[in-house]
């Protein structure tokens, strides 16, 4: 399914506050960089994961190199990469979070199979869209129409 209620996707984004980004980009120009900016600029906890980047620092959080090697509770986990990527992450974060409430899965990112797996485990899923545009849309950021200002931008 990946067409959701606003009234899901608005009860998604007000009791999830600590997000790991898997996929997030170093680089201020990519998708994953500017949402995980976005995110945690509306003031959500967001854990970058990404193993090619370990160690570094993005957003005054440590770059962890997996999903396990988090150390605390995390609400919900953003997935930029592709679709056929997707099972193993779900798996390990069903495995390393107990609690976890979201799996949400980026624009053009999607796996059947995966989403039903979380969702057997109660935890909600959303495929095919991104946390920032729905977040400018369902908090009164973007007009009807998706835009604000008529400028298209990267950056904040």
Known sequence: MTDYSDSFLKSILQRNRTIAVVGVSLNPVRPSYYVARYLGL??????????AHAGKRL???????????????????DIFRRSEAVPPIVD???????????????IGVEHAAAAAKAEA???????????KIEY????????MGG???GIISSKL
């Not at 003031?43 to 970058?48: K, T």
């Not at 400018?136 to 007009?143: I, K, M, S």
């Open 42 to 51: 509306k003031g959500y906890r967001v854990i970058p994961v990404n193993p």
């Open 136 to 143: 400018q849309r369902l908090f009164g950021e973007l007009r």
């Open 92 to 106: 390990e974060a069903l495995e390393v979070f107990p609690e976890l409430k979201c799996i949400w899965m980026q």
């Open 59 to 77: 957003f005054g959080e440590l770059v962890q190199p997996s999903l396990s090697a988090i150390q605390q509770p995390v609400d919900m986990v």
């Open 147 to 149: 835009f604000a200002t």
């Open 121 to 131: 485990r109660g935890v909600d899923v959303v495929q095919n869209r991104c946390p």
